[in-house]
């Protein structure tokens, strides 16, 4: 699957390898972009979106599955018309000697919708999404505070979700950083490594001058 890549992409690019050794070129991640927008795109309006043929279109595409670029596809669904309209992050102290236990606790619990190990004050994160505040309550009260390996919670209701977005790629912050604009030279002043040529009339002007 290398080869696929290495053949296929833009010169210049930087790849960066990914699961059993799949380099990512620009025209992948040009793929990841088009995805991003919408997974469900044929892979003829993707091929013609990256501007590739869509041979190459669908094998670059089964290459990223087949790596693991791509890991799955899923729906996003509106959660307040799904009658989970409240969510919650409850930030999680764990007894050190008991993290098996909390992680195996945590996989029993389908109302989690992500949980991750963090740095600082707290352990651990967990985000739910409730039809209520007492569905919350009842959560932290009655099924984590019961866990012997959790030792502490402290829950934080979230207000509004202001942007949320299926993933991000590298380079992506470019886009929106202003184009460096080239230093302003001063007249007479000569660039490094660049030469100024002087016409014969202001050159023998100059003699006469300093003479």
């Known amino acids: 699957m290398s080869e696929i890549s290495r053949n296929g992409g833009s010169g210049g690019a930087q790849p960066g390898r990914i699961g059993i050794g799949l380099e990512l070129d620009d025209i992948h991640m040009k793929i990841l972009e088009v995805l991003r927008e919408n997974g469900r795109i044929s892979v003829a309006a993707l091929a013609e ?3 590739i043929s869509r041979a190459n279109a669908y094998t670059r595409f089964e290459a990223l599955r087949a790596d693991g670029a791509i890991k799955r596809f899923t ?7 799904t009658g ?4 919650a992050l409850i930030f999680v102290t764990v007894r050190q000697q008991m993290w098996r236990q909390f992680r195996a606790e945590l996989a029993r619990m389908p109302e989690v919708e ?24 009842a959560m932290v009260t009655e099924r984590l505070a019961n866990i012997p390996a959790v030792k502490a919670t402290e829950t934080v209701f979230i207000l509004d979700e202001v942007l949320r977005r299926p993933y991000v790629l590298p380079g992506d912050g470019d886009k929106t950083r202003p184009a460096r604009r ?21 050159g023998r002007a100059a003699l006469r001058k300093d003479g």
Request: charged share 20%; aromatic share 4%; net charge negative.
């Open 84 to 87: 989970l309209g409240i969510t």
């Open 114 to 137: 992500y949980c991750a190990i963090t740095t600082g004050q707290h352990d651990a994160m967990i985000q739910v999404r409730m039809s209520d505040v007492a569905e919350v309550h």
């Open 182 to 202: 080239p230093a302003q030279e001063a007249p007479g002043d000569v660039p490094l490594g660049k030469m100024r040529f002087v016409g014969a009339a202001e």
């Open 49 to 51: 979106r990256v501007g």
């Open 75 to 81: 729906a996003e669904i509106d959660h307040v018309r």
